[in-house]
């Protein structure tokens, strides 16, 4: 990797896993700095930061999308990785970006990897490959901005899929990606308005089939029932999640139609 790479993180109350993001991407020679975003964490995040990072600034949470446009406005390099405070740079990863050419880096401005998702220390399959665009030249690409999700498209050209994987997760112990139902809430409630904000309608066979549909994507085709209940659980979170979301665009449907 010729050119030099500004890691780019968000970070609050991350004590439990900052350390891990860190270390994974100080270890590689590419990675010329590490800038870290702190949005008012109470715990160790701040010392924990200082101790490996070049940067580290204090900025309010506004949402995902206009923060990490900040800290990627904010790198020194024109080249960026944007590694979330939960994420690992697995060793594959790494080797694969230091041996990209200066040709590739001409030619493509945007790269993808896969990552690989953990509930509880165990890997998702069902989630795989779930492929994230984070290693980009600023220059060269615009931000598409949605409620949840922020995405780049590179201006010109292709994006280049790497083979090494991004590890999410992997050293929590706690399970809240399945019990915290106030973040699914606050996600599927987000999802609706915009799905009603951009033209899109419910109707009876929606309800009646997504849910049932998602399940079996999940734990039959994504190989969920190869993971016992783990799995099992995981396809009814997929699915329970998906009704939410098309229940609660049939109640916005509902409200236009009868207004109160």
């Not at 506004?62 to 590694?83: E, M, P, S």
């Not at 999700?149 to 899929?161: M, N, W």
Request: overall charge neutral; charged content about 25%; hydrophobic content about 40%.
């Amino acid at each position: 990797m010729g050119q030099p790479i500004s890691v780019c993180i968000l970070a609050y109350n991350a004590a439990d896993h900052l350390a891990q993001a860190l270390q994974s991407a100080k270890k590689w020679d590419w990675c010329r700095e590490i800038l870290v975003f702190d949005s008012g964490s109470t715990d160790d995040t701040v010392a924990i930061a200082e101790h490996y990072a070049d940067r580290v600034e204090h900025h309010d949470w506004v949402d995902f999308g206009t923060n990490r446009q900040k800290i990627v406005a904010a790198a020194a390099h024109d080249w960026v990785f944007v590694l979330d405070s939960d994420e690992q740079i697995t060793d594959a990863l790494g080797r694969e970006i230091a041996d990209l050419s200066d040709a590739i880096l001409q030619s493509h401005a945007v790269m993808s990897m896969p990552r690989r998702n953990y509930i509880f220390r165990q890997h998702v399959r069902a989630y795989d490959p779930d492929r994230v665009q984070r290693l980009f030249d600023r220059r060269r690409i615009d931000w598409q901005m949605d409620v949840v999700h922020d995405t780049i498209q590179p201006q010109q050209g292709q994006v280049l899929p790497l083979k090494g994987a991004l590890l999410h997760k992997a050293q929590s112990d706690v399970f809240s990606d399945f019990f915290d139902g106030k973040r699914y809430a606050d996600r599927t409630e987000a999802l609706a308005q915009q799905m009603y904000d951009r033209g899109r309608r419910v109707t009876y066979l929606d309800l009646l089939l997504r849910p049932a549909l998602m399940f079996w994507k999940y734990y039959l085709l994504k190989g969920g029932i190869l993971q016992g209940s783990f799995g099992l659980n995981i396809a009814w979170k997929a699915a329970f999640s998906n009704h939410l979301k098309y229940a609660r665009l049939w109640h916005l449907q509902q409200k236009k139609k009868n207004p109160s």
